[in-house]
């Protein structure tokens, strides 16, 4: 072989890598596309609420020249298009407006807000796939047993009974009559403020600068709404591992490994589980971003400073610019969270890199 093939052998693919660009070019306009739909959707819906921003600002006590001038001054004398065409332009610049109840700008306001949330849901989350995974999956292997009817108990128990009902039940029993938990909030009102770190996570935070009274603390008040959630995210998982691993237990290769003389043990986690890793990963992320827009009840139970509380505030005050802001930092994060889903399966599976 000359040189010259050598090299040109060495070389990638020029068929690839224009298959490459346009995956990424397809994707990132599924992106756009998604984000932008989810914009209109919104912006359009805000708009058709009965509740008045302008009364939100002012007040109802406020004359009706008074009403008439911070009507035009937030655009709404304009046509929708306008409107929404302003607003893209605005958020083109990195500019997602003003709160018009906090009075802060919209992405202050959500870097305070969702980093309370986030740790929430990644404790939920952790809870969720760390006791609902191992659970489905001694069910399935101890399919028609005692075992699997208590997991299928629990799960159906955890997926069918309303969030905002276990969390108050939680608060009477386990606050309000045992004291074992602490009342709403991120954290004990004498540690506020002791820590302020670049995270706005408490619990990172505090970490970070060693303070471990305040870590402490805010575990404490996470523990019991993360607990909840993660009990729902468990029911989910657990459901879904157990049906995955059932699938898996009744095809040939296991049939083959036990005539083998292949031990239960090995069967179960060496074999069959590795083949439903993709599988769960989907399902984990799919609860992960689920628990990260759908955390409104509990936060409102447990008066949690998060984004969903901040989310329904919004909506009730009518506060647009904090609405649009949200729906758009949800939809980021749960794209985000799907296409990292996606890269983590391609290292572990190898038959999807080449999908």
Same mark, same amino acid.
């Given at each position: 072989?000359s040189?010259?093939?050598?090299t040109?052998?060495?070389?990638?693919?020029?068929?690839?890598?224009?298959?490459?660009?346009?995956?990424?070019?397809?994707?990132?306009g599924?992106?756009?596309?998604?984000?932008?739909?989810?914009?209109?959707?919104?912006?359009?819906?805000?708009r058709?609420?009965p509740?008045?921003?302008?009364?939100?600002v002012?007040? #109802?006590?406020?004359?009706?020249?008074?009403?008439?001038?911070v009507?035009?001054?937030?655009?709404?004398?304009?046509?929708?298009?306008?409107?929404?065409g302003?607003? =893209?332009?605005?958020?083109a610049?990195?500019?997602f407006?003003?709160?018009?109840?906090?009075? %802060?700008?919209v992405?202050s306001?959500?870097?305070?807000?969702?980093?309370?949330?986030?740790?929430?849901a990644? =404790?939920?989350?952790?809870?969720?796939?760390?006791?609902?995974?191992? /659970?489905?999956?001694?069910?399935?292997?101890?399919?028609?047993?005692?075992?699997?009817h208590v997991?299928?108990?629990?799960?159906l128990?955890?997926?069918s009974?309303?969030?905002?009902?276990?969390?108050?039940?939680?608060?009477?029993?386990?606050y309000?009559?045992?004291g074992?938990?602490p009342?709403g909030?991120?954290?004990?009102?004498?540690n506020?403020?002791? +820590? #302020?770190?670049?995270?706005?996570?408490?619990?990172v935070?505090?970490? /970070?600068?060693?303070?471990w009274?305040?870590?402490?603390?805010?575990?404490?008040?996470v523990a019991a709404?993360?607990i909840?959630?993660?009990?729902?995210?468990?029911?989910y998982?657990?459901r879904?591992?157990?049906?995955?691993?059932?699938?898996?237990l009744?095809?040939?290769?296991? =049939?083959?490994?036990r005539a083998k003389?292949?031990?239960?043990?090995?069967? +179960?986690? *060496?074999?069959?589980?590795?083949?439903?890793?993709?599988?769960?990963?989907?399902v +984990?992320?799919?609860?992960?971003?689920?628990?990260?827009?759908?955390t409104?009840?509990?936060?409102?139970?447990f008066s949690?400073?998060?984004?969903?509380?901040?989310?329904?505030?919004?909506?009730?005050?009518?506060?647009m %610019?904090?609405? =649009?802001?949200?729906?758009?930092?949800i939809?980021?994060?749960s794209i985000?969270? %799907?296409?990292?889903?996606d890269?983590?399966?391609?290292?572990?599976?190898? *038959?999807?890199?080449?999908?």
């Amino acid at each position: 072989m000359s040189i010259t093939q050598t090299t040109e052998s060495r070389l990638p693919d020029k068929s690839a890598l224009l298959t490459g660009a346009g995956k990424l070019a397809a994707s990132l306009g599924v992106i756009a596309t998604t984000l932008l739909g989810l914009l209109v959707i919104t912006f359009v819906i805000g708009r058709m609420v009965p509740a008045d921003p302008v009364i939100a600002v002012i007040g #109802d006590q406020a004359d009706q020249v008074t009403y008439d001038r911070v009507y035009k001054e937030m655009g709404l004398d304009q046509p929708l298009y306008v409107q929404f065409g302003t607003y =893209l332009g605005d958020i083109a610049h990195l500019d997602f407006g003003q709160s018009h109840v906090t009075k %802060n700008p919209v992405a202050s306001d959500l870097a305070r807000v969702f980093p309370a949330t986030l740790e929430l849901a990644t =404790l939920a989350t952790l809870i969720g796939a760390g006791f609902g995974v191992p /659970l489905g999956v001694i069910a399935a292997v101890r399919k028609g047993t005692w075992v699997d009817h208590v997991a299928r108990v629990v799960g159906l128990l955890g997926y069918s009974t309303p969030i905002f009902w276990l969390g108050t039940i939680v608060i009477l029993v386990f606050y309000a009559t045992l004291g074992w938990i602490p009342g709403g909030g991120r954290i004990d009102i004498y540690n506020e403020g002791l +820590v #302020d770190g670049p995270t706005n996570s408490l619990i990172v935070d505090a970490l /970070l600068a060693g303070e471990w009274e305040v870590f402490w603390s805010a575990l404490h008040h996470v523990a019991a709404p993360a607990i909840i959630l993660g009990y729902a995210a468990m029911a989910y998982l657990s459901r879904m591992s157990r049906s995955f691993m059932l699938e898996q237990l009744r095809q040939e290769y296991i =049939l083959t490994a036990r005539a083998k003389g292949l031990g239960q043990r090995p069967i +179960v986690w *060496r074999h069959a589980f590795r083949n439903i890793r993709v599988q769960l990963l989907t399902v +984990v992320a799919l609860a992960y971003c689920g628990l990260l827009d759908g955390t409104v009840l509990i936060e409102t139970v447990f008066s949690w400073p998060g984004l969903g509380q901040y989310l329904t505030s919004a909506l009730f005050f009518a506060d647009m %610019n904090a609405v =649009l802001g949200s729906v758009l930092l949800i939809g980021l994060i749960s794209i985000a969270v %799907n296409l990292l889903s996606d890269i983590v399966y391609r290292f572990i599976d190898p *038959r999807t890199r080449s999908s």
